[in-house]
């Protein structure tokens, strides 16, 4: 296939178990031809370390992306090219994100920490949706003012479903490659489907994030501020160089990389206490030592508690939420262990591949977090682990994900939290492997994604649990009201009820 290279090869879902069975093969490093363009994938942490983390002043910049065009105005902060337009919208969400920054927004997390615990107290079998609803809420919050005191008919669900039907059609090999052949975007709408579907993606992207902006900017204008991060945006607007459609985009940046990742880690959490009961029973055991039935938990204690910090990098290691990172692009020939990188290649880190690598992890197909008690990464005795970090799947280099210490602080918030609270169960009677009982079929496809759909019922672990969260439920509700301005009338009657 002389026109197309190895896109025949690429898979159209799944493309993170391809790329992990190649590298098995041809090692940590492995090109792909596709069309005239060269695709890199990398399953090493320490080629990573010397490649995308040294040498970040070529590796910065990402491919084009015409999906990313047609959608978003080519305005997304974490798909846009290295140029000013980027720079200009990451430095604005530095002031929001850096780890000064979050401290502030630590009191809405742990009211939403507190609804969570609550929302499962009356539904204990809609797990995954609690969650999600929770992280949507706290972004939306903190971002842009407006937080979602309920999942079904809201800002959240509407968000929700078009981030799956787009994290589906980001998936590498899911639709034709046009970026590397672009006369494949002249192909007539009725042979091309997915034409259509980016054309309704854009709508609903355009009415979602301008609808925020513009609901912050009217509550700027009526003296109704509530300190959310778009505020300081519009009050930086010139200094930062940003256009009005420029501030929408910081918006969605933190509500799209932030929701689908953070919502991942937690429903994977969950996936795996529930198939492992002497995880849940272990960690409980060592939270209740330090924290009883008096109080709730607090990230201090967590801070205290090795056993669950291996807990948090074993869910991180068994299912990194976009396992094979967003593809960076180089802008000058580089060599790499004796290899030639001509400039523009295409580079994914194989984040996935890395974590189920049996030559770096013992039994790296089973949940067992006790690995980061033995070694500091997890990785086997005698392993060299040069270029391994513990934050290694929040990318590398000048893209480094800047939301780390945002999604950090919400897990450890919600770890301790739901393990002193809850037992989980599962009501799924089919039969599983003992020693792996996850199976790669249990997450779904795509660039950035999580589990499927499991059964899991959250039951509280005594009355003296469950009590107390609703009385800091109610205690909780004062912080909400500022970013319950614009509620409909049937979420204002929602709180009443709940
Ligand atoms: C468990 C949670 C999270 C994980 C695993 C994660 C992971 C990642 C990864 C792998 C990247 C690509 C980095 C690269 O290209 O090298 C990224 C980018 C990004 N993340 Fe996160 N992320 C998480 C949470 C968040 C949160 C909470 C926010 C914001 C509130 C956020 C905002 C962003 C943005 C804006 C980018 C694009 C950066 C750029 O291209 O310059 N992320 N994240």
Not at 269 to 297: E, M, N, S, W, Y
Not at 345 to 356: C, E, L, P, Q
Not at 438 to 459: E, M, N, Q, W, Y
Not at 483 to 493: D, I, N, R, V
Request: net charge neutral.
């Amino acid at each position: 296939m002389p026109v197309l290279g190895n896109l025949h090869q690429l898979p159209t879902r799944y493309t993170r178990i391809q790329f992990t069975s190649w590298a098995e093969q041809y090692g940590g490093i492995f090109s792909l031809k596709i069309a005239h363009g060269t695709t890199i994938v990398i399953t090493s942490p320490r080629i990573i370390r010397e490649f995308m983390d040294k040498r970040s002043a070529s590796t910065a910049d990402r491919p084009p992306f015409k999906l990313g065009e047609i959608i978003m105005d080519g305005l997304n902060v974490a798909l846009a090219g290295a140029g000013n337009t980027w720079k200009n919208m990451r430095r604005a969400m530095h002031m929001f994100l850096t780890r000064e920054a979050c401290s502030r927004h630590l009191s809405i997390q742990h009211a939403e920490g507190i609804q969570l615990m609550y929302d499962l107290l009356k539904q204990p079998e809609a797990v995954s949706t609690h969650v999600q609803r929770q992280t949507i809420s706290i972004i939306l919050s903190t971002v842009f003012g407006i937080r979602t005191p309920r999942f079904q008919n809201s800002v959240a669900s509407e968000f929700a479903d078009m981030e799956h039907i787009l994290e589906e059609i980001f998936e590498p090999g899911a639709i034709p490659p046009v970026d590397l052949l672009p006369v494949l975007q002249y192909i007539p709408e009725i042979w091309a489907p997915w034409k259509r579907t980016c054309r309704e993606l854009r709508q609903k992207y355009q009415k979602i994030f301008s609808g925020l902006r513009d609901m912050c900017e009217t509550r700027m204008k009526m003296n109704r501020r509530n300190g959310c991060f778009l505020e300081d945006v519009f009050n930086q607007q010139e200094k930062l160089g940003l256009t009005k459609p420029m501030i929408a985009a910081v918006g969605a940046a933190c509500l799209e990389a932030g929701a689908v990742t953070t919502t991942s880690f937690f429903q994977t959490f969950i996936l795996c206490l529930v198939h492992h009961p002497h995880v849940q029973r272990k960690a409980q055991a060592v939270i209740d030592d330090i924290v009883g039935t008096d109080r709730l938990p607090t990230m201090d204690d967590f801070d205290q508690l090795p056993y669950l910090q291996a807990v948090v990098h074993e869910v991180h290691r068994f299912f990194p939420p976009i396992p094979l990172g967003i593809p960076h692009r180089s802008t000058t020939d580089e060599t790499v262990e004796g290899y030639l990188i001509p400039k523009g290649s295409t580079i994914f880190m194989n984040y996935y591949g890395i974590y189920h690598d049996p030559k770096l992890f013992d039994r790296p197909e089973s949940f067992y977090p006790e690995r980061y008690l033995l070694s500091e990464f997890g990785t086997k005795p005698g392993v060299d682990a040069t270029g391994f970090r513990y934050d290694l799947h929040f990318g590398s280099g000048r893209r480094i994900c800047p939301g780390i210490h945002f999604a950090g602080n919400a897990i450890k918030m919600n770890v301790i939290n739901l393990l002193w609270a809850f037992d989980f169960h599962t009501t799924d009677a089919s039969p599983r492997d003992e020693e792996c009982p996850i199976r790669v079929d249990d997450f779904l496809p795509g660039i950035a994604t999580g589990p499927k759909p499991f059964s899991c019922v959250a039951r509280p672990r005594s009355e003296a649990h469950a009590e107390l969260i609703r009385s800091e439920y109610t205690k909780a509700r004062p912080i909400f009201s500022k970013f319950e301005q614009e509620l409909s009338p049937e979420e204002a009657a929602f709180i009443e009820s709940w």
